[in-house]
């Protein structure tokens, strides 16, 4: 059992990084190239506060998906992030970054799966900043 009580807080603070790069259209998530970005702490879970979304290169408009993951593996669609399209060769422009803070955060219980795809061939760098129960 957590050594927490009412309220919920994060035991151990973490950041959590994957990459995307490889072109995945399947919206359904059951095929396809996926990412795992956060696997729920073993017995009490974990939180996920806020998303970081940083491009490595030149962009093309897109999205990047991200989806929960059953212990079972099954898969749901839980957000979609649209990426817009910039060069990484115009000084003046920078290269395409974004973030997204849920509502509340996301509960990822034990044994479940943070995953994440992205649409087109899009080199992207995903961080996820909450902690494990």
Do not use: C
Not at 42 to 55: M, R, T
Not at 63 to 83: A, D, M
Not at 99 to 121: G, H, K, M, N, R
Request: charged content about 10%.
């Amino acid at each position: 059992m957590s050594a927490n009580s009412v309220p919920r807080f994060a035991e151990e603070i973490k950041t959590w990084k994957t990459q995307v790069s490889v072109a995945n259209a399947n919206i359904s998530g059951n095929t396809g190239t996926l990412s795992t970005l956060v696997t729920g702490k073993i017995n009490e879970g974990s939180k996920v506060d806020y998303f970081l979304f940083q491009a490595q290169s030149a962009t093309q408009v897109n999205r990047i998906r991200l989806y929960l993951f059953t212990s079972n593996s099954t898969p749901h669609l839980f957000k979609e992030i649209q990426v817009t399209s910039a060069s990484a060769h115009d000084a003046q422009v920078t290269m395409w970054s974004g973030s997204y803070t849920p509502a509340v955060p996301i509960f990822v219980p034990s044994e479940w799966t943070l995953q994440v795809s992205i649409d087109s061939a899009n080199t992207i760098n995903v961080f996820a900043f909450g902690g494990n129960y």
